[in-house]
């Protein structure tokens, strides 16, 4: 299994708290990703990292910002958390993108926003 | 409305049945990939299809690339439990990758 932790596994916060969800790998990829999934929805991309202090957004990036100081770690901050971003967040690693691209994914963390 | 269509949503069959998934788009893919999830885990990447037509097999799992590279089929033969899990397909394209909302399959045994 690819190194890849993701902390905390779950959380319950209230509107309007700051939120910061982080992913550590250990495979030294160069690409790392964040995603939410949601029923109907599948997976979708919010930010994505293609080195350190290297980043964009995704389909859904409004609400989000990330940082990635180390090629190991990259979090994800919900600013100000609303119920809409109740989700389970997926971090992603892959050491390319494009047509060979293979993403290997954590085990996710249970985000609540009441 | 999603890029990448799954049908059927939800699938519940018995041990020894086989079945076919589909992956549907109208958008041409460069590659396409299918992931399984388990409840409480991350999706796992099973097969990367990459040319029209291309079929690959991994164990009782056939995959079927469209030939117009729009489209994907995931056939298994005699399904078991351990198959029951959420399939997702996943399509690369301009160096993005999107998926589908899955199919979650059950096997009853």
């Known amino acids: 299994d690819a190194g890849i932790t993701q902390s905390p596994r779950h959380k319950v916060t209230e509107t309007g708290t700051p939120v910061t969800l982080r992913c550590h790998q250990t495979?030294?990829?160069?690409?790392m990703y964040w995603y939410r999934q949601d029923p109907g929805h599948g997976l979708r991309l919010i930010h994505y990292?293609?080195?350190?202090?290297?980043?964009d957004k995704g389909e859904v990036s409004d609400g989000y910002s990330v940082s990635r100081s180390k090629t190991e770690d990259f979090l994800l901050t919900l600013e100000s958390a609303t119920s809409s971003q109740t989700s389970v967040y997926f971090c992603?690693?892959?050491?390319?993108?494009?047509?060979?691209?293979?993403?290997?994914f954590g085990s996710g963390t249970q985000l609540s926003v009441l | 409305t999603q890029l990448l269509e799954q049908s059927p949503q939800f699938l519940s069959i018995q041990e020894g049945e086989n079945l076919t998934v589909y992956c549907n788009s109208s958008s041409v893919f460069s590659s396409l990939q299918w992931y399984r999830q388990e409840p409480g885990e991350g999706p796992v990447l099973l097969v990367t299809v990459v040319t029209g037509g291309e079929v690959k097999k991994l164990k009782r799992l056939t995959f079927q690339f469209g030939d117009a590279r729009k489209d994907s089929s995931l056939h298994i033969t005699a399904a078991q439990p351990g198959d029951t899990g959420l399939y997702l397909c996943a399509g690369a394209k301009n160096n993005d990758m999107r998926f589908g909302a899955g199919t979650r399959l059950t096997v009853k045994p």
């Open positions: 992603a690693i892959s050491p390319q993108k494009g047509i060979n691209e293979k993403l290997f």
């Open positions: 495979e030294n990829h160069r690409y």
């Open positions: 990292s293609y080195g350190v202090k290297d980043t």
